[in-house]
């Protein structure tokens, strides 16, 4: 068995062939579980932070792509995804997402709070109403709430995405454990491949 970056690998364990796959589960980048939607809203957060750390940049390869022309790139993007969120809110309906069905509306609005929010943050720090934007800003104003515009910190919107990704894996590999009879649990070898920093890999 490998786990990774990527999910949970099994493999028969043959030692002729290089192992034929048993089962496996995505834990990440598979859009039919909601990770790819959940992640997409939850990284607004660290892109809003990237935009305060490049301060006044211009691009020395390529003058046209500033940090404005980045806020604005993301302000778009962040509206696009709110007006398609508008037009298909039973998108949810179709994932295999264990995770989101007994309280999809709480979701949905979730996630529309959370555009929203960020639209709103990133607009209104594009145009300076904030006497700077600093990581400091994007802390207090955008991750805590400390505004009154806010009524609910985009911190709990990403601890929110986060959770209901990983309910779902892990409810994707409890049913992989119980339902696969192939698989000899007692005796399997496990890699844990997790390329993170200096670590490269651990068994």
Same mark, same amino acid.
């Given at each position: *068995? %490998?786990? !990774?970056?990527?999910?949970?690998?099994?493999?028969?364990?043959?030692?002729?062939?290089?192992?034929? %796959? /048993?089962?496996?589960?995505?834990? #990440?980048?598979?859009?039919?579980?909601?990770?790819?939607? @959940?992640?997409?809203?939850?990284?607004?957060?660290?892109?809003?932070?990237?935009?305060?750390?490049?301060?006044?940049? %211009?691009?020395?390869?390529?003058?046209?792509?500033?940090?404005?022309?980045?806020?604005?790139?993301?302000?778009? #993007?962040?509206?696009?995804? #709110?007006?398609?969120?508008?037009? $298909?809110?039973?998108?949810?309906?179709? /994932?295999?997402?264990?995770?989101?069905?007994?309280?999809? $509306?709480? +979701?949905? #609005?979730?996630? $529309?709070? &959370? /555009?929203?929010?960020?639209?709103?943050? /990133?607009?209104?720090?594009?145009?300076?109403?904030?006497?700077?934007?600093?990581?400091?800003?994007?802390?207090?104003?955008?991750?805590?709430?400390?505004?009154?515009?806010?009524?609910?910190?985009?911190?709990?919107? @990403?601890?929110?995405?986060?959770?209901?990704?990983? *309910? !779902?894996?892990?409810?994707?590999?409890?049913? @992989?454990?119980?339902? !696969?009879?192939? +698989?000899?649990?007692? !005796?399997?070898?496990?890699?844990?491949? *997790?390329?993170? &920093?200096?670590?490269?890999?651990?068994?």
């Amino acid at each position: *068995m %490998t786990v !990774n970056g990527f999910g949970v690998f099994v493999y028969d364990g043959s030692p002729d062939t290089a192992g034929k %796959t /048993l089962d496996c589960v995505l834990t #990440r980048s598979d859009a039919e579980s909601g990770f790819v939607q @959940m992640t997409a809203l939850s990284h607004v957060g660290p892109a809003a932070a990237y935009l305060a750390a490049l301060g006044d940049w %211009t691009d020395p390869e390529n003058p046209k792509i500033t940090t404005q022309t980045l806020f604005q790139a993301l302000i778009d #993007r962040v509206a696009v995804a #709110r007006d398609a969120l508008a037009a $298909d809110p039973d998108w949810i309906d179709a /994932l295999d997402a264990v995770s989101g069905r007994d309280h999809k $509306d709480d +979701i949905i #609005r979730m996630m $529309d709070y &959370g /555009l929203w929010m960020s639209e709103g943050f /990133l607009t209104r720090a594009q145009s300076g109403a904030f006497n700077g934007y600093t990581s400091q800003t994007v802390a207090d104003v955008f991750y805590d709430g400390k505004d009154a515009a806010y009524a609910i910190p985009f911190n709990n919107v @990403m601890i929110g995405t986060f959770m209901l990704a990983a *309910m !779902n894996s892990v409810d994707h590999l409890r049913k @992989m454990v119980a339902d !696969n009879p192939q +698989i000899d649990w007692k !005796n399997a070898r496990v890699l844990v491949h *997790m390329p993170i &920093g200096s670590n490269s890999a651990a068994a």
